[in-house]
């Protein structure tokens, strides 16, 4: 069980194309976001979705296949660990975030896995 500790696996489509930046060590970093819907029946019987926007995070080759393959409206599987930040805005407020430190894509709808 220790394995699955910290584990996330997600389900959904890019809003975006990944953001690509490269560190002044020269590793690569790409951020990008994954809408997953959830949908149910509410107490009348309608059908009610849910979309839910997950902030993702990937370095290095993880980064690179990003940056390469995905597109915006991609539907994706993702592998990765919750990752916790915290920061202090410009009017000295403490804020926190929390993203995906993504591990494994795999596109879906297509042949290609892409893993690192």
Same mark, same amino acid.
């Given at each position: ?6 584990k ?7 809003g ?6 490269? @560190? ?5 970093? +790409?951020?990008?976001? *994954? #809408? ?5 029946r509410n107490? !009348?019987?309608?059908?009610v979705t849910? @979309? ?5 995070? +990937?370095?290095?080759? *993880? #980064? ?6 995905l597109? !915006?409206g991609?539907?994706?599987a ?6 916790n930040n915290?920061y ?5 407020n403490?804020?926190y ?7 494994e894509i ?11």
């Amino acid at each position: 069980m220790y394995a699955l500790k910290n584990k996330v696996q997600l389900i959904g489509n890019l809003g975006n194309a990944p953001e690509v930046k490269t @560190t002044e060590s020269g590793k690569k970093l +790409a951020r990008f976001s *994954v #809408a997953t819907n959830e949908s149910y029946r509410n107490a !009348k019987g309608e059908k009610v979705t849910e @979309t839910t926007w997950h902030n993702l995070v +990937a370095w290095g080759k *993880v #980064a690179e296949l990003a940056e390469k393959y995905l597109t !915006k409206g991609k539907e994706v599987a993702i592998e990765g660990k919750l990752i916790n930040n915290s920061y202090t805005d410009k009017d000295g407020n403490k804020k926190y975030s929390t993203e995906v430190q993504v591990t494994e894509i795999l596109m879906l709808g297509s042949k290609a896995e892409i893993s690192a």
